[in-house]
């Protein structure tokens, strides 16, 4: 009976990644175009990441603790973009599935794959779905505390069409606390705590995608025409994240989307049409609105002060699929109270805990 309840017989914690539900926003508003036609667009992401096999083992020199991790990944997305100067309103869907994979040596060094298939199609039609996929391989190397970089290539579609891109980053500062992280293709932030619970990030990226639709209306193309659609944009704003704990936390952000761009390719019978493919440039600047939030769950193990693992867990958060967003303060990284809490219990001495111990039962 005793026995049942010994801890010693706790099954140890195997994962330093928690499994994550996450949803995220994304909106603008109306905005005229030079033809005083209106054009707006909206996306709704929801997903999850889950680790589905950890080991860690020590290294040769018993010193370096290395980790694999091999995680699960899958999300929806609907996209809305309205396009009053060709008559056209679009609901999209999206849905992904894919792996992640880490491994650290235990040093300095951070390997990472990631592989997403997906597959689109628009609600109203049962056209043929298009198949792409994405995918990114990055090594990253933190040379020491407040410095680490990264190279590595990346297929995206951030750009409105597939392109193979070499990835470049770097950070400076502590990931922990302020920093700079610069990363080509365009991802730029300038990440910094606000308190003990909340972050502060400005930052310039990319957006955008591919989306196969349906033509309405005969402004464009005979009615029913297959398109594809092609979008881009960037982003210049703030956001705050706000982490209530370990296990949640959730942000805003604002700011301008610029160099907005639109792109239609007709097709019948899914070839490309002769008739060149009509662009629509130049919409205009405009606010955007994103919010989101971040639900973890069960116990982990720790990597307190190791910046070789929050270089891991950093690029977990930079590789999230959908928004191409870099949240900050990730759910894995401590942060300055739970560091401080640990420390409080690692400075406990007996005479803190003696009355307990000395306890007649």
Aim: with cysteine.
């Amino acid at each position: 009976m005793w026995a049942a309840n010994d801890s010693t017989n706790v099954k140890p914690m195997r994962h330093y990644i928690r499994p994550c539900v996450y949803f995220n926003h994304y909106g603008t508003p109306e905005k005229r175009d030079n033809s005083k036609k209106q054009y707006r667009f909206a996306q709704n992401d929801i997903g999850f990441y889950v680790p589905l096999h950890t080991k860690t083992w020590y290294n040769k020199d018993s010193i370096g603790l290395s980790t694999f991790h091999l995680l699960g990944t899958a999300d929806i997305i609907r996209y809305k973009p309205q396009l009053d100067f060709i008559n056209e309103s679009y609901k999209i869907g999206r849905l992904s599935a894919g792996v992640r994979i880490f491994y650290s040596n235990g040093k300095k060094s951070v390997l990472h794959f990631s592989l997403a298939p997906f597959v689109s199609q628009e609600f109203r039609y049962n056209h043929q779905t298009r198949g792409r996929f994405t995918s990114a391989f990055i090594y990253s190397r933190t040379v020491k505390r407040n410095f680490s970089y990264r190279i590595g290539f990346a297929r995206t579609y951030t750009f409105g069409r597939a392109l193979h891109l070499p990835i470049l980053g770097m950070r400076i500062g502590q990931i922990d606390k302020k920093h700079l992280n610069i990363q080509f293709p365009r991802n730029i932030s300038f990440d910094f705590p606000i308190g003990k619970k909340a972050w502060g990030s400005v930052f310039s990226r990319a957006m955008g995608g591919i989306y196969n639709v349906v033509t309405q209306n005969t402004i464009l193309s005979p009615i029913g025409t297959l398109a594809t659609l092609r979008r881009i944009e960037m982003l210049n704003g703030f956001q705050c994240t706000i982490r209530t704990g370990q296990n949640f936390s959730f942000y805003i952000s604002t700011g301008f989307a610029t160099r907005r761009r639109l792109n239609f390719t007709f097709h019948e019978n899914d070839a490309v049409q002769s008739a060149p493919s009509t662009t629509i440039e130049k919409i205009p600047n405009s606010l955007f609105l994103s919010f989101g939030c971040s639900i973890r769950f069960g116990n982990v193990k720790k990597a307190y002060h190791n910046a070789t693992m929050y270089d891991l867990f950093d690029l977990q958060t930079i590789n999230r699929s959908g928004f191409n967003e870099r949240a900050s303060a990730d759910g894995d990284i401590p942060t300055d109270v739970e560091k401080y809490e640990l420390n409080q219990l690692n400075n406990l001495k007996y005479k803190d805990v003696e009355d307990l111990v000395n306890q007649d039962y």
